[in-house]
């Protein structure tokens, strides 16, 4: 199951994106850039950096996401957004003694399929701990024929088994991470992955970041979501065909997050 934390951010995000946009139109010093900002004239400054197209001021607002629950084809897809951060459990050291996965939807409500899903996946597992264990033996073996004492010896051979085990490992395996990205790319994130004709698993992520930083900056985020929502749907025709429906969607989305 998936699972999403908003679990830092920038403090008063709204308030340093406009005082970064008061020094961009204003003489103002830097002793004094925060001097009567208050919600107001913040939402106004915010409103004109919208108006006018000038995105640089929201980068310096960042927001730090903890992620579980998610597969590893999720992750090929998310760190394709090159301005973020990303911190991953690695397969490397961490063995998946414990392994779980997640079911695509459309998979969950075809019985057959799904049996023949879950058989795959239990059979990944066993063939996963299997080899682990088989490449463990044989490294541990070697290293003490090289005299390296047995304890040091099964350390590093776990680690050596892990790394080439999980090639084994299906898309479908779950991860946990942690991301970090400024409003701009939080903005293009949305624009692109809040958008029906994304993949279901990244949409729901993209949905529930969305959802956690609207009532942290409602006037930063407010017209964050798909490209739809403030204009024809740039996806031409492969549009999803039912705009307003995505409207809707978003609409409520606001009003539920409680900003």
């Not at 008063?12 to 830097?30: R, T």
């Not at 992620?67 to 957004?81: D, K």
């Not at 930063?220 to 403030?230: E, H, R, V, Y």
Request: hydrophobic letters at 40%; charged letters at 25%; aromatic letters at 6%.
């Amino acid at each position: 199951m998936m699972t999403v934390r908003l679990i830092a951010h920038t403090p008063e995000p709204e308030k340093v994106v406009a005082a970064a946009a008061k020094l961009c139109y204003s003489d103002s010093h830097i002793a004094d850039l925060l001097d009567g900002l208050d919600e107001e004239k913040t939402a106004r400054f915010l409103e004109m950096l919208s108006d006018l197209g000038h995105a640089s001021p929201i980068e310096h607002a960042s927001f730090t996401f903890g992620i579980e629950g998610v597969s590893r084809s999720l992750l090929a897809q998310i760190t394709r957004h090159r301005i973020a951060s990303f911190s991953v459990q690695s397969q490397r050291y961490v063995r998946l003694d414990d392994f779980r996965y997640v079911v695509p939807p459309a998979i969950e409500a075809v019985p057959e399929a799904k049996a023949a899903f879950l058989a795959s996946m239990e059979q990944d597992a066993q063939n996963y701990l299997d080899l682990a264990h088989k490449l463990e033996e044989g490294h541990a073996a070697r290293l003490m024929a090289e005299g390296v004492p047995e304890k040091e010896a099964r350390r590093k051979a776990e680690k050596m088994a892990n790394e080439d085990a999980r090639f084994v490992l299906p898309n479908a395996c779950e991860t946990k991470m942690v991301v970090t990205m400024n409003a701009r790319s939080l903005h293009n994130f949305f624009r692109l992955r809040c958008c029906e004709r994304a993949q279901w698993e990244i949409r729901a992520l993209a949905d529930e970041m969305l959802r956690l930083v609207y009532p942290v900056a409602p006037h930063l985020f407010g017209a964050a979501g798909p490209g739809c929502l403030s204009g024809p749907c740039p996806e031409g025709k492969m549009c999803c065909g039912h705009p307003e429906a995505v409207r809707d969607k978003y609409r409520a989305l606001r009003e539920g997050a409680g900003a």
